[in-house]
């Protein structure tokens, strides 16, 4: 019943900035936490930023004061703003809902491609 669509990720220089938005699309649900993760060529899944309905915040440490993450729970839409992007960051970015009522479930987001090159 919960589709979630990501977009605005592309080619972005370093020390550029790049957001990226994560909708979720249906109705008759709730959602709770909302996380991004990314995966880099030839490295494994990490967790980058993780936001509660609340609004507490937790990040990696490799993006922490760069990166922030945002959501607007009337539009049942999450954000990750970027910047200082490095070269280093470049990865296929996912964003995570964990889902209810009732019973939760994980959704994942299709994957978008960030690239940070000159």
């Known amino acids: 019943q919960v589709q979630l669509v990501e977009s605005g990720g592309g080619l972005v220089q370093p020390g550029g900035s790049q957001r990226l938005s994560c909708a979720a699309s249906g109705s008759g649900f709730s959602i709770y936490h909302l996380r991004w993760y990314r995966q880099a060529p030839g490295k494994q899944r990490e967790l980058v930023a993780a936001?509660?309905?609340?609004?507490?915040?937790n990040y990696a440490d490799s993006v922490k004061g760069r990166f922030t993450i945002s959501r607007d729970n009337a539009k049942n839409t999450v954000y990750l703003q970027m910047n200082s992007l490095k070269p280093e960051d470049t990865a296929v970015y996912y964003c995570?809902?964990?889902?209810?009522?009732?019973?939760?479930?994980?959704?994942w987001g299709q994957g978008t491609q960030v690239t940070v090159s000159s």
């Open positions: 995570n809902a964990q889902v209810g009522p009732t019973t939760l479930h994980d959704y």
């Open positions: 936001i509660t309905r609340s609004g507490t915040t």
